[in-house]
């Protein structure tokens, strides 16, 4: 008994010792962030934070209804962490930030570089870094936090899940997360891309009640294009039908749709996997990058008179669209070299695994000089798996 | 009846218990003295050691061929009026053999053999043992002129039947359970085994209440070390009275201030019969159904007789189960408080966001919440078990009403809260032995104050002091933990698994016994072959 009571006494001072950063709060205590924006002004910068107003989401409770079930806190500081603690002169309560879900960078701050927030992103403990990243075209990250949204009635949340399905099943953005981002900007060999966010409509009416008291909605949040870094500055946009490119190069496809033409129409294609392998060699002292790629596609829409019960007809099919991805993936690695002269796909990463002792001479100029002056080849092969639930196009009689 | 109850057992200890206790048992000079020759001071000198108690009966008699006069005494109520009538009054009366020719002393060795048709009978010579006989439900004959008497066993009177188990249920399963009577219980389990090697030692133990307790091993299998050690805590008890077994398991138990049980105790003649034939020893005590297994282990009370009787796989996951329940019920609302308010970034964020919107307005902390509500519960539980049938419903209605939903409407509650209580409590209920449901539930508030201080953090502190106190206990001499700390690979077959019947040919090493082989391997190969046969 005695030696138990010594031992109980050892482990309570342990205890009192040993206690990290614990802190008891109450879950009605702290206010739950679940988005932050962060822009540029005069002052430095601009952090708006997205918090839940519990009481109007809860399922149950109808008495608070009709009041915002998001509040949108928005203030300034020379840094990022002084305008967040600043928050508590205007919120009742602590910001809680472990349950983000969605960072808007606005483009201006992006193109100052994402360096200097990031730092305090991975520094605070209280953040996760399983959150996304995206970056407001032609306006504020404020504006975008301050759109009233339907369906999803957290506007993160419409945010977060769009991001979801879209790269999903349409595949023109990508989940970028904290710690992707910040290998990308600390590794020379890969630039960072970011998925952009666009308002569209009037994000004036779309920050009042009223946006939400109509069918035709008057503001949309809408995931359009992707922002294209440099040294973790944004320099250049890609439209949407690069950002596809990009993510067939990338392998990130999980599945989407793309048109060939077919005679006086389109064919659609349904994309159900894509394996894309990217390697990058020295050739006779120059670097040489290759993206080969494997396609599986279902037959998805047919508007012109193709009979899909012929070998031959597949075939067909099946070289179209090789040689339009290869086309399409050419002109977006030119353009990458060229115009953006930013290895966003990663060739210096894979250079650096293929022969590190080159990469070691060329990697502090890797994308001025190197990338740009890189030979590129491109084979795509496709194949076509299924043709769906009917035969040939109802005009084509059997 | 006493002296010829121990000549059945083989206890030398039981000698020198019993010149104790009747030795205590006197209190005045008057017990220790010897009948008389003439019947009237015999039967003055009774009645007045008994204070003139209302329930002495006598009946007087007269052995008219003999002119003898004599006397039956007894206890109303601890006797059996038909059998008293029929083998012991009409005998005497009817029976024209007896006859003083030969002196009193020959009459009444007669009357013993020959006259008196109760199943057993004795001769005493002192009152304080007539008296003990008495009070244990036999008749006392005296002659005039005799300084001995006869006793005649006539125990009987209203004893409850044999019923349904009342806390041990099982759907598959003998139904029978102990009663009250220790004879009864004796005998249940002998129907069970049927082997001359179920032996038994009896003590008498309470100064006062003299109650019969009898020790039931398997000789054989048993060990003996382990015998030797539960007959001397039994030995050594020294206490006025036992009315239930708790009384015996509370002064042989090695730890008292544990909250765990380190002897378990059941109302199934087939678990008190299993428990024989794995080794272990069953103590009966007189007047209670509940009889005590010693010694008992953790996992022990995670076994329920059923898991034999069910198939193996489906016994296999329900113990699982089990531990899952123990778990929750210990664990449950400590882990919502600490998660709650400590680690809010271990709940998904819509769930997160639920829990926050419920604890909008709520106006006490998340552990003084846990705390109202478990300690309701508990309230609620004690009344239930304290009131009838009847009106234990009409509570756990308002409970239901007050605690449930009223409370939730009225904003004093969570939601989450009610349902994490209500969860835990239920998974109380599952444990098989109410006593390792009493441990978790005494633990689980000792857990949620370390969680409210500490987090999980917290939790995880308490948890390593719970083990390493599991780990230190002991029933009678074995380790509590036995089969996972000290590890035995044999017992595995029936800790958190349960093998089939013909896999667990060896009883469980973690109890000391004398045959290891439960069932040898020609029965096995029978077995297999048979399998062979059928396919």
């Known amino acids: ?398 | 009846m006493r002296r010829s109850r121990k000549q059945q057992h083989q206890s030398p200890s039981s000698n020198h218990t019993d010149t104790r206790s009747n030795a205590a048992s006197v209190q005045d000079g008057q017990g220790e003295a010897s009948l008389s020759r003439e019947l009237e001071p015999s039967i003055t000198a009774i009645q007045q050691l008994m204070g003139n108690s209302a329930d002495l009966k006598i009946r007087r008699f007269h052995i008219s061929e003999a002119h003898v006069l004599g006397a039956v005494l007894y206890v109303d109520g601890l006797i059996d009026k038909q059998i008293l009538t029929t083998h012991i009054i009409e005998p005497l009366l009817d029976k024209q053999e007896l006859s003083i020719d030969q002196g009193i002393d020959a009459l009444l060795h007669e009357a013993q053999y020959n006259a008196l048709t109760a199943s057993h009978t004795s001769t005493v010579t002192s009152i304080k043992d007539a008296i003990i006989a008495l009070l244990s439900g036999q008749a006392f004959i005296m002659f005039d002129g005799c300084s001995q008497g006869v006793l005649a066993d006539t125990r009987g009177g209203k004893e409850r039947e044999v019923t349904e188990p009342a806390t041990q249920t099982v759907l598959r399963g003998p139904r029978d359970s102990f009663t009250e009577s220790i004879c009864t219980n004796t005998a249940l389990i002998r129907r069970k085994i049927k082997d001359a090697n179920l032996w038994s030692r009896a003590w008498v133990i309470g100064d006062v209440t003299k109650t019969n307790v009898i020790l039931m091993h398997m000789n054989g299998i048993a060990d003996n070390q382990l015998l030797d050690e539960v007959s001397r805590r039994l030995d050594h008890i020294q206490i006025d009275g036992i009315l239930e077994s708790g009384y015996i398991e509370e002064l042989i138990e090695g730890r008292t201030f544990t909250p765990f049980p380190t002897i378990q105790n059941t109302d199934r003649p087939d678990a008190a019969a299993a428990a024989l034939l794995e080794g272990r020893m069953v103590i009966l005590i007189d007047g209670t159904p509940f009889v005590l297994i010693v010694p008992a282990l953790f996992v022990q009370f995670f076994q329920a007789s059923e898991d034999y009787y069910q198939r193996w796989d489906i016994s296999t996951l329900i113990r699982l189960l089990r531990f899952l329940a123990f778990t929750i019920a210990m664990l449950g609302p400590s882990v919502y408080i600490a998660v709650t308010t400590f680690h809010h970034e271990l709940i998904p964020t819509p769930l997160l966001i639920s829990l926050a919107a419920q604890r909008e307005g709520v106006p006490v902390p998340a552990f003084i919440e846990a705390l109202i509500m478990e300690t309701m519960f508990e309230v609620l539980r004690e009344a239930g078990v304290r009131m009838g049938r009847a009106i234990g419903t009409s509570i756990s209605i308002v409970g239901t009403l007050v605690i449930g939903q009223a409370a939730v409407e009225a904003g004093l509650v969570t939601a989450g809260m009610v349902i994490v209580v209500s969860a835990t409590a239920i998974a109380n209920f599952v444990a098989p032995s109410f006593n390792m449901g009493i441990s978790t539930r005494i633990l689980r508030f000792a857990l949620m104050g370390l969680a409210a201080s500490f987090g999980l953090y917290g939790i995880t502190l308490g948890i390593i002091l719970i083990t390493l106190h599991l780990c230190n206990l002991r029933s009678f001499g074995i380790p509590f933990m036995s089969a996972l700390a000290p590890y035995q690979g044999q017992d595995q077959q029936d800790v958190f698994l349960r093998l089939p019947r013909w896999l667990m040919l060896k009883r469980p090493q973690s109890i000391p016994n004398r045959n290891h082989v439960r069932e040898d391997k020609q029965t096995l190969s029978e077995h297999v072959k048979g399998q062979g046969d059928s396919t």
């Open chain 1, 1 to 398: 008994m005695n030696r138990l009571t010594r031992c109980f006494l050892c482990l309570i001072i342990a205890a009192l010792l040993l206690t990290g950063c614990w802190n008891r709060r109450e879950l009605n205590e702290i206010a739950i962030a679940l988005g932050v924006g962060i822009d540029k002004n005069d002052e430095g910068y601009k952090i708006s934070v997205q918090v839940v107003n519990p009481g109007a989401v809860a399922p149950q409770q109808n008495a608070s209804a009709n009041t915002a079930p998001v509040i949108t806190y928005t203030l300034s500081g020379a840094t990022i962490f002084e305008a967040m603690r600043r928050i508590t002169t205007i919120s009742p309560r602590k910001i809680y930030l472990s349950h983000i879900r969605i960072i808007v960078v606005g483009e201006e701050a992006a193109r100052e570089g994402l360096h200097t927030f990031v730092d305090l992103l991975s520094r605070d403990h209280e953040l996760r870094t399983d959150f996304y990243l995206l970056v407001s075209r032609d306006m504020t990250a404020e504006k975008i936090l301050k759109v009233i949204t339907l369906l999803e009635r957290i506007p993160v949340n419409k945010m977060y899940a769009s991001l979801l399905s879209s790269s999903a099943a349409w595949a023109s953005t990508q989940k970028v997360t904290l710690d992707q981002l910040i290998q990308d900007i600390s590794s020379k060999g890969k630039s960072s891309v970011l998925p952009g966010i666009n308002i569209v409509g009037n994000p004036k009416i779309g920050a009042t009640q009223e946006n939400v008291q109509r069918l035709d909605l008057h503001a949309l949040l809408q995931l359009e294009d992707m922002a294209v870094f440099k040294d973790g500055k944004l320099t250049a946009w890609m439209n949407e039908a690069e950002s596809k490119v990009f993510n067939f190069i990338t392998g990130n496809v999980k599945s989407t749709v793309n048109n060939i033409p077919c005679k006086e129409g389109n064919l659609a294609l349904e994309v159900l996997t894509n394996k894309s392998k990217l390697t990058a060699d020295v050739r006779h002292g120059r670097p040489e990058g290759k993206v080969k790629m494997e396609l599986d596609v279902n037959i998805g829409e047919i508007q012109c008179e193709i009979d899909v019960t012929q070998e031959a007809d597949i075939r067909r099919i099946e070289s179209e669209a090789e040689d339009m991805l290869e086309r399409e993936i050419a002109s977006l690695l030119e353009k990458a070299q060229q115009q953006f002269r930013s290895d966003i796909f990663g060739f210096g990463m894979a250079l650096h695994r293929s022969s590190p002792e080159y990469w070691r001479r060329v990697k502090a100029d890797w994308h001025q000089e190197h990338f740009p002056a890189m030979k590129t080849a491109v084979e795509v092969k496709v194949s076509v798996r299924g043709i769906g639930s009917i035969t040939n196009p109802l005009s084509i009689p059997d």
